[in-house]
């Protein structure tokens, strides 16, 4: 069964600092993998996405994942994150016949920014 | 704004009332989702309706009663719930074809329903 595991349940960063968020997964099959964030009060918006080919993604706001299919890992980066990044991230590893048609989420990574 | 529209955004009730959870999608999605978030735990997938038919039943109580009555429209009806399905509900719809298209494989969220059982 597929499963995704984010280690840090809670990130701390200073503004302007660089920013990774981990993401581990497990799937049998080439994994369609997401990135969606969670202000307070809010539903999921996507980040980004990877399907195929270029291992290093862009997102919206800023932030880039890497693929490594040798470590299971979908990493989430940001050089420089702002006061608004502060929310919760969500991993996910799409899965069924249509890719992302059922979506397996980690558990979060709530992310606090210091001033 | 993602084109997923959930009302209402807060709703108390008590273990005997009846209520029901609206989501209604812009999008022209024909893949629907019912998720329940609670705290400290994964997103959980709670039904899966395509093209209006119920594919995914994952082990919900019978007290969650969901229907979709379209493409756009899902429904998600409550019944003598308990406290601990206190939770917020999330909407999702998903592009998609009967072509497979990989570039519409994304599922889009509403803001969710704050549910509040006492």
């Known amino acids: 069964a597929q499963s995704v595991t984010q280690p840090d349940i809670h990130i701390t960063v200073s503004e302007g600092a660089s920013l990774e968020l981990r993401c581990n997964y497990s799937?049998?099959?080439?994994?369609?993998l997401f990135w969606y964030v969670q202000s307070p009060g809010q539903g999921l918006q996507l980040l980004l996405k990877?399907?195929?080919?270029?291992?290093l993604v862009q997102g919206i706001k800023g932030f880039e994942a890497e693929f490594k299919r040798s470590q299971s890992s979908f990493n989430l980066r940001k050089p420089s994150v702002h006061w608004s990044d502060a929310a919760e991230y969500f991993c996910?590893?799409?899965?069924?016949?249509?890719?992302?048609?059922?979506?397996?989420f980690g558990q979060g990574t709530r992310l606090t920014i210091n001033p | 704004e993602t084109g997923v529209t959930q009302t209402p955004r807060h709703l108390v009730m008590g273990m005997t009332n009846k209520k029901s959870l609206k989501c209604e999608q812009h999008?022209?999605?024909?893949?629907m989702y019912w998720y329940k978030q609670s705290a400290k735990k994964p997103l959980e997938l709670m039904f899966v309706?395509?093209?209006?038919?119920?594919?995914e039943n994952n082990s919900v109580p019978s007290r969650f009663s969901p229907e979709c009555p379209n493409s756009s429209h899902l429904f998600l009806h409550l019944h003598t719930l308990q406290p601990e399905d206190s939770a917020l509900y999330l909407c999702?719809?998903?592009?998609?074809?009967?072509?497979?298209?990989?570039?519409?494989?994304?599922?889009?969220f509403g803001a969710g329903t704050r549910l509040s059982v006492l």
């Open positions: 799937y049998g099959a080439t994994p369609y």
């Open positions: 990877y399907f195929s080919g270029d291992t």
């Open positions: 999702a719809s998903r592009g998609g074809d009967r072509n497979h298209t990989l570039a519409k494989n994304i599922q889009y």
């Open positions: 999008l022209g999605h024909n893949a």
């Open positions: 309706y395509n093209f209006k038919e119920q594919t």
């Open positions: 996910a590893v799409g899965a069924g016949y249509w890719g992302a048609q059922k979506l397996v």
